[in-house]
Nanobody, 126 residues
Framework: QVQLVESGGGMVPAGGSLRLSCKAS????????VGWFRQAPGSEREFVAA????????YYSNSVKGRFTMSRDNAKSTAYLQMNDLKAEDTAVYYC???????????????????WGQGIQVTVSS
């Protein structure tokens, strides 16, 4: 069955960096668009970044643009989220998600992703 497993979370001071990984299994990874989302306590899950299948074009929310970079290694079936200059407001549970049939206009929509990881905590101390 399809599994997405996040790793690399933790606690860092404001201004620090973390790199999240999303390891996929049970699917043909290069045929899937992968997204990162996050959810803070009391808030809805929100889009962070995505990387498309085949073209590896990347998309970012305005709140992380210029600070976060998403990439993928299809040979390792893994997607990454490099997070720099972290801020207290980046504190959340981060989820990776994958879908095979996304169109660009839907890339930031939670409801459009078929598969989800279990989430990983990122805490930024101010």
């Amino acid at each position: 069955q399809v599994q997405l497993v996040e790793s690399g979370g933790g606690m860092v001071p404001a201004g620090g960096s973390l790199r999240l990984s999303c390891k996929a299994s049970g699917l043909t990874f290069n045929t899937y668009t992968v997204g990162w989302f996050r959810q803070a306590p009391g808030s809805e899950r929100e889009f962070v970044a995505a990387i498309k299948r085949y073209s590896s074009s990347t998309y970012y929310s305005n709140s992380v643009k210029g600070r976060f970079t998403m990439s993928r290694d299809n040979a390792k079936s893994t997607a990454y989220l490099q997070m720099n200059d972290l801020k207290a407001e980046d504190t959340a549970v981060y989820y990776c998600a994958a879908d095979q049939n996304l169109i660009t206009s839907s890339i930031g929509m939670v409801s459009q992703y078929d598969y989800w990881g279990q989430g990983i905590q990122v805490t930024v101390s101010s």
